[in-house]
């Protein structure tokens, strides 16, 4: 992807990640970008041309070569606290965009056109022979002239299979929480990647089960709701390290129905290994050929590693179509703070709490105090029987104290300012079948 230094706007991003999808470049690549004046890119023109003239955009590539953008490939241009293979640097003369838009057009599509300009010129275009200026201007046409797409994608699977692991690998964001207990995730949680002109929503949905009570009921509309017409696109995830089962099967025999293409995702490569994909792949090959409903790629991912990620993305933003984006650019998830903040707290719980109490853990935030400093936020951790109560609080409170240090630092950087977190345990039995208190928790 396309990172940005400098005097970066969010339609140089944008710009930028149209052109990484058209060019399909690979790896993580850099461009600092300097917005200037005529005085001083007559004197930057003096410094490094020796010319005295104030020229509207001046770039200065740092490869000679494109090809995949890694530390390997670029040992002397990999900027390590970037993680990106730093391209060059652009600077563009607002004084001039400014004079040109008069004959060209709007001042901010004018700057635009001179970053897309300097971009291509960082990229190894050139306009010297007249090929060449054909070439470039029809690239930069194409970049500037991108509708913003998009596409909603459906994540099912059985429980614990990584369905919210991948989406938040994806996302760049923690949209869903993630423990090793089935059935983390309890709502059709959206999360949201925008680069580019290409937007991609997700659905992460709960796992696959029979519902035995109506927090199970509510998992399992939110499944269904998913793939009841919301999706453009399903993908299904399974887990490497148990191979395929006949649910799995049947599971992508039924999704096939639906007119939605898809994926399969092999998940969890890095604790098995590619040897463990073999069978899995010899059992979906008929599902993959034939003049039907076929599965449209397989592909093996590890979240952990990063494994393919890039991959997978690239074939959903193929999938995205016109019509704009549903989204504000800026934001990774539709649920409110309220709600992430309730399910960080859940997820400490179920890490720290493992086995002891098996989901029987719900989050009601209770007050969000945003004018005290540090901001004071209330939550009760509901537990269905007085015994989880004191599992949960733990020998000298020590238990309760460890959910809520570990849960205040996700928070804390959830909200990018201090916080003081007070959790107070609840005993609400057989709270799972009651429709008030889903409701408190957010479901």
Request: hydrophobic share 40%.
């Amino acid at each position: 992807m396309f990172k940005l230094t400098g005097d970066v706007r969010p339609e140089f991003l944008r710009l930028a990640g149209i052109a990484y999808d058209m060019l399909e470049l690979k790896g993580n690549v850099s461009i600092d970008v300097a917005v200037i004046d005529d005085e001083e890119m007559r004197e930057l023109n003096n410094l490094t041309r020796g010319i005295d003239k104030a020229t509207d955009v001046l770039s200065y590539p740092a490869v000679t070569e494109i090809k995949e953008f890694t530390a390997k490939n670029y040992p002397d241009d990999y900027d390590p606290l970037q993680d990106a293979v730093v391209l060059g640097d652009i600077a563009i003369n607002i004084d001039a965009a400014n004079r040109q838009a008069e004959e060209y057009g709007t001042g901010e599509r004018e700057i635009n056109y001179l970053f897309v300009h300097g971009m291509l010129h960082v990229l190894g275009y050139d306009h010297i022979e007249d090929a060449d200026k054909k070439v470039m201007r029809e690239a930069e046409e194409k970049i500037l002239g991108a509708k913003d797409e998009s596409v909603v994608v459906a994540v099912v699977g059985r429980p614990n299979a990584g369905k919210s692991s991948l989406v938040n690998a994806i996302v760049g964001e923690k949209v869903s929480i993630v423990s090793p207990k089935p059935q983390t995730t309890r709502d059709r949680i959206t999360g949201i990647c925008t680069e580019g002109n290409k937007q991609i929503v997700f659905l992460d949905t709960p796992g696959m089960f029979k519902p035995r009570n109506k927090l199970d009921e509510h998992m399992d509309k939110s499944v269904k709701s998913s793939l009841g017409g919301d999706a453009d696109v399903i993908v299904v995830v399974l887990d490497c390290t148990k191979g395929i089962t006949d649910d799995d099967i049947k599971l992508i025999e039924e999704r096939l129905k639906c007119r939605a293409p898809l994926y399969v995702v092999v998940n969890k490569t890095d604790l098995r290994g590619y040897e463990s994909i073999y069978p899995i792949l010899a059992k979906l090959n008929p599902y993959m050929t034939g003049d039907g409903r076929v599965i449209k790629d397989v592909i093996p991912t590890s979240c952990r590693s990063g494994k393919n990620i890039d991959i997978l993305k690239a074939a959903l933003k193929k999938e995205c179509k016109d019509g704009g984006f549903l989204f504000p650019a800026d934001e990774y998830t539709d649920r409110p703070v309220k709600f992430i903040i309730g399910e960080i707290i859940r997820e400490k719980a179920l890490l720290f709490l493992q086995d002891e109490i098996p989901h029987g853990v719900g989050v009601a935030i209770v007050s969000i105090d945003e004018d005290s400093e540090p901001v004071h936020i209330t939550a009760d951790v509901i537990v269905d029987k007085q015994s989880h109560k004191q599992i949960v609080i733990g020998d000298d409170a020590a238990m309760i104290k460890k959910i809520g240090s570990s849960a205040r630092r996700d928070i804390e950087r959830l909200l990018d300012c201090k916080v003081f977190l007070e959790l107070f345990v609840k005993v609400r039995q057989g709270w799972r079948d009651k429709p008030s208190i889903l409701h408190d928790i957010g479901y």
